[in-house]
């Protein structure tokens, strides 16, 4: 990347950057990271991790970047499960929701006033879960069946790990959809609706902020369709060929978020 460049990404005031495949892949912290942090907080800049992972609470992506030598406040995390919490209580306050997912999701429901209900909830809610079963699935199913609104905590078919890629929320959601004729609303990144979200809370507007990302089909599409600057790192899912497969392109490229401070 050239000189230019890389001033009119260090001029941006408001940096929207993703975790998984940027920040981390598991428990490994990827190039870069620690002094892309320590250069955020040196030039004052505002910064959100908005996250379309589901597990885990704010709280929790604390605390694993901390294991990891990363000092943030809690306040900086931002998920799809606190996306779709917000969502569902803006539809329908104080509802009810059978929900397929980890603590980060379950939290998120509670804290905003919803039960869990599984004999006539108002919504089936899914997000990313290693606890996944085919009784989930068929209690969902008819759930859904029976009249409650099924809902995604991100469309990602599948996320990176340490040791390759792992199933995510839309393809978990599938089967739920291809047996009751129902399509799922997916509340996370490329939904404007959480990019929007994100500038509310770094009090920024898009022309002053950027959105870091290693996922053409979300994190980008997310930027361009909300008229953010958009920067892809090569430190996840996405890489140069990928690029070239879609219809769009990222207003930066770069190897790793490294590269900003260097």
């Known amino acids: 990347m050239n000189r230019k460049s890389l001033e009119q990404i260090q001029r941006k005031k408001g940096f929207i950057s993703d975790m998984d495949g940027v920040i981390y892949h598991g428990n490994k912290i990827l190039p870069g990271v620690k002094e892309f942090v320590a250069w955020l907080k040196k030039e004052r800049k505002k910064f959100l991790f908005l996250t379309n992972s589901s597990e885990r609470t704010p709280k929790e992506l604390h605390e694993k970047l901390s294991r990891m030598g990363i000092d943030v406040e809690k ?21 009810t929701a059978f929900i397929i997912g980890e603590a ?44 409650a609104k099924l809902i995604g905590t991100n469309p990602d078919v599948s996320g990176p790990v340490e040791n390759g890629l792992a199933p995510s929320t839309k393809a978990l959601i599938a089967p739920i959809e291809l047996a009751t004729g129902r399509r799922a ?6 939904n404007p609706l959480m990019m929007r979200i994100a500038l509310k809370k770094l009090g920024c507007s898009r022309e002053e902020s950027i959105i870091i990302g290693d996922r053409m089909d979300t994190d980008i599409i997310a ?3 909300s008229e953010i600057d958009t920067c892809l790192v090569l430190t996840g899912i996405s890489d140069k ?10 207003h930066f490229i770069l190897n790793d978020v490294g590269d900003i401070t260097r």
């Not at 306040?75 to 509802?95: C, D, E, M, N, W």
């Not at 609303?185 to 490329?190: A, E, I």
């Open 75 to 95: 306040h900086v995390f931002y998920t799809s499960a606190l996306a779709t919490a917000q969502f569902l209580s803006s539809q329908k306050p104080r509802g």
């Open 241 to 250: 060929k990928t690029v070239n497969e879609f219809p769009y392109k990222p």
């Open 185 to 190: 609303y997916f509340v996370g990144k490329p």
């Open 223 to 225: 930027g361009i369709e």
């Open 104 to 147: 980060g999701l379950i939290n998120a429901m509670y804290n905003v006033g919803y039960t869990m209900n599984n004999i006539d909830p108002d919504y089936v809610g899914g997000g990313d879960t290693r606890s996944y079963s085919y009784e989930k699935i068929e209690q969902a199913v008819n759930l859904v069946l029976r009249g």
